[in-house]
């Protein structure tokens, strides 16, 4: 079984934002595996099958700084362990649109990977990150992730959201060093000369 939790803030005004683009690809992992999800007071949760492999989805689990006492009870109700999980979430420090996979690893100034890290009293799970780019210089990078993408800004990002999905894919069957050897590379433009 793998818990895969997709960070970010509950209730309409988030919908869309930068920080909420782990939801965005839980919501798209539930889709492409039919998976039903439910609310569950803030929580959106699904439980299904990705070929053998039991998968339980989650995402919006609390406020994005408060997320790691709830996911640490979603752990101890599915008696899973750190390393069961698979937390995808925004990433400042990616371009935008690019995709990482990292095992283990400090918050890197994300107060939702934070906050998981002190409740679990570990580091050691499995981050899918998406890259939302940085802020201009004068702009507070609080006020930057949680405004929503521009319609430019959500063309560069919905593949990358498509491709985490490819990944948690390839997590679940071929575990982590294969998904980050997969995955963990730019992609050439369509256009590149393959000369």
């Known amino acids: 079984m793998r818990l895969i939790v997709g960070l970010g803030n509950p209730g309409a005004a988030y919908v869309g934002t930068r920080h909420n683009v782990g939801i965005d690809v839980i919501a798209r ?3 492409r595996w039919r998976i039903p999800l ?3 007071g803030i929580a959106v949760r699904g439980s299904g099958r990705l070929g053998s492999i039991q998968m339980e989805l989650a995402g919006t689990l609390d406020w994005m ?3 790691g006492p709830p996911l640490k009870g979603l ?3 599915f008696k899973l ?4 999980l698979i937390l995808v979430h925004d990433d400042l420090d990616l371009e935008l649109g690019r995709l990482r996979i990292k095992q283990g690893g400090g918050p890197g100034g994300h107060n939702g990977i934070k906050s998981v890290i002190e409740a679990l009293g570990t580091s050691e799970f499995v981050r899918v990150k998406i890259g939302i780019g940085r802020p201009a210089p004068r702009q507070d990078p609080a006020d930057y992730v949680l405004a929503a993408f521009s319609k430019e800004e959500r063309e560069i990002v919905a593949p990358c959201l498509d491709r985490a999905v490819d990944a948690l894919e390839c997590l679940a069957h071929r575990g982590t060093a294969v998904a980050m050897n997969q995955f963990n ?4 433009p369509a256009d590149a000369d393959t000369r």
Do not use: K
Not at 81 to 84: I, L, Q
Not at 185 to 188: D, G, I, L, M, T
């Open 29 to 31: 992992a539930a889709a």
């Open 38 to 40: 439910g609310t569950r």
């Open 65 to 67: 700084n408060l997320t």
């Open 75 to 77: 752990l101890r109700e």
């Open 81 to 84: 362990t750190p390393e069961d």
């Open 185 to 188: 590379v730019r992609e050439r």
